[in-house]
């Protein structure tokens, strides 16, 4: 089966500038996570889909982030405006309901300067 | 106190030695406990699973949970050059939004 797909690999942008981070999950998973991995240390959940809807943003800053699940399958997460500390591997996942695990994409790098 | 403590490292070892890695954790809800592998510039991989306490055994590696000391273990027997990764644990609450909870992951090195 085909992976979780995310593009771009990389990004470099200016602090203040606007990114989108786009994800494909496995054909037929429910659930979909992004997560944000800073160099050093674990990835750590900022929004959690189930289908079309939201089930977990709690860690989202919401003053500046945002993410949409259309059709209940691609998603796309999106930072506006970026700051210095948002430099991280934002990573998306999916899962079936009730697995074990998640399976992750490569993640997009993204470089804030 | 973090949910979920794993010393970073860095482990070396040299080829063929049994590796030992550890997580802790504070919230005795969690009872689903992953590892997971991380190549340098990839996404996490799942390693092993499992699922309350007890062992599980696939190939060179070893999971442990003991949930009464709130404490995970992997062991890699005949460690070799590709085991070379960063090594996240993760855990979750049985039920809810099955999110996991990752630990910072420990970076281990095997030299041929």
């Known amino acids: 089966e085909a992976g979780v797909a995310q593009s771009p690999r990389y990004k470099i942008i200016e602090k203040r500038q606007s990114v989108a981070f786009w994800c494909n999950p496995i054909s037929g998973h429910a659930t979909l996570y992004w997560y944000q991995q800073i160099l050093g240390q674990g990835p750590k959940l900022l929004i959690q889909f189930q289908n079309n809807g939201v089930v977990d943003d709690s860690q989202l800053p919401k003053d500046r982030f945002s993410a949409e699940r259309l059709k209940g399958v691609d998603s796309t997460l999106k930072i506006q405006p970026a700051k210095l500390e948002d430099s991280a591997v934002y990573l998306c996942?999916?899962?079936?309901?009730?697995?074990?695990?998640?399976?992750f994409g490569s993640g997009t790098r993204l470089t804030v300067v | 106190q973090k949910e979920v403590e794993q010393d970073p490292g860095p482990l070396s070892v040299p080829e063929g030695a049994i590796v030992s890695l550890n997580c802790t954790y504070s919230n005795s809800a969690f009872q689903y406990f992953m590892w997971y592998r991380q190549y340098s510039r990839k996404g996490p991989e799942l390693l092993m699973y499992t699922y309350s306490s007890g062992n599980k055994e696939d190939g060179r590696f070893t999971a442990q949970v003991d949930k009464s000391s709130k404490y995970i273990s992997l062991f890699i027997r005949d460690s070799q050059p590709s085991d070379s990764a960063t090594y996240l644990c993760?855990?979750?609450?049985?039920?809810?939004?099955?999110?996991?909870?990752f630990g910072k992951g420990t970076k281990l090195t095997v030299n041929p």
């Open positions: 993760a855990m979750r609450r049985e039920g809810g939004s099955e999110k996991l909870v």
């Open positions: 996942a999916s899962s079936s309901t009730g697995g074990y695990g998640y399976t």
